[in-house]
């Protein structure tokens, strides 16, 4: 069998520089849509994009899942399918998932189903453009869009990361930064 080739990179990129030869600085930010830790680490981030806004720095998000966040599959299909591969549209959209990520924890599916999930993650589309898009489970569930969720969890893999919220600074293997719950 034959390793599939990704649609794209692995991650989404914001900043004043998004090449690597333009950025002093880097940041390769691995996280999961689920993880409470992520959530808290996410404001920061942005905060961190507003303000080196006009300096050589470059932000990667590579979202990835991790295995006892059971919704946070499904909820990243739905983050790739409404952002489209635009960079601001998947930050934006990120950040309304997040404000709304105790609708999708693990006690908030105890008795639903994946078909329940999805509606959610529809609905959650719907609201944040504005209009209802029929066709949007059928893009969260196109091949496409599992291909693309599936290559930062690859690519993570090869970086060695296994938590999230994980922050690589200028491609360093070595010294991964990792935060903790008392992180804010």
């Known amino acids: 069998m034959a390793i599939p080739i990704p649609n794209r990179p692995s991650g989404f990129t914001l900043g004043s520089n998004t090449s690597n030869a333009e950025a002093a600085v880097t940041l390769d930010v691995f996280f999961?849509?689920?993880?409470?830790?992520?959530?808290?680490?996410?404001?920061?981030?942005l905060a961190l994009i507003e303000h080196y806004k006009d300096q050589p720095f470059r932000v990667t998000a590579h979202l990835?899942?991790?295995?006892?966040?059971?919704?946070?599959?499904?909820?990243?299909?739905?983050?790739?399918?409404?952002?489209?591969?635009?960079?601001?549209?998947?930050?934006?959209?990120?950040?309304?998932?997040?404000?709304?990520?105790?609708?999708?924890?693990?006690?908030?599916?105890?008795?639903?189903?994946?078909?329940?999930?999805?509606?959610?993650?529809?609905?959650?589309?719907?609201?944040?453009?504005?209009?209802?898009?029929?066709?949007?489970?059928?893009?969260?569930?196109?091949?496409?869009?599992?291909?693309?969720?599936?290559?930062?969890i690859r690519y993570a893999a090869t970086r060695a990361v296994w938590a999230t919220p994980t922050v690589l600074i200028n491609n360093a293997d070595d010294l991964p930064v990792r935060f903790d719950s008392s992180f804010e």
Not at 32 to 45: A, G, N, V, Y
Not at 64 to 93: K, P, V, Y
Not at 136 to 152: G, K, Q
């Open 32 to 45: 999961d849509i689920q993880c409470p830790h992520s959530r808290k680490f996410w404001s920061t981030l």
């Open 64 to 152: 990835i899942t991790i295995s006892n966040h059971r919704q946070a599959w499904d909820m990243s299909l739905a983050l790739l399918a409404e952002a489209q591969g635009d960079s601001q549209r998947f930050f934006d959209f990120a950040t309304f998932l997040f404000d709304r990520q105790d609708q999708f924890m693990n006690d908030q599916f105890k008795d639903k189903t994946n078909s329940d999930l999805q509606q959610l993650a529809a609905s959650f589309s719907g609201e944040f453009s504005g209009e209802h898009n029929p066709a949007f489970l059928t893009r969260m569930n196109s091949h496409d869009i599992y291909i693309d969720a599936r290559t930062p």
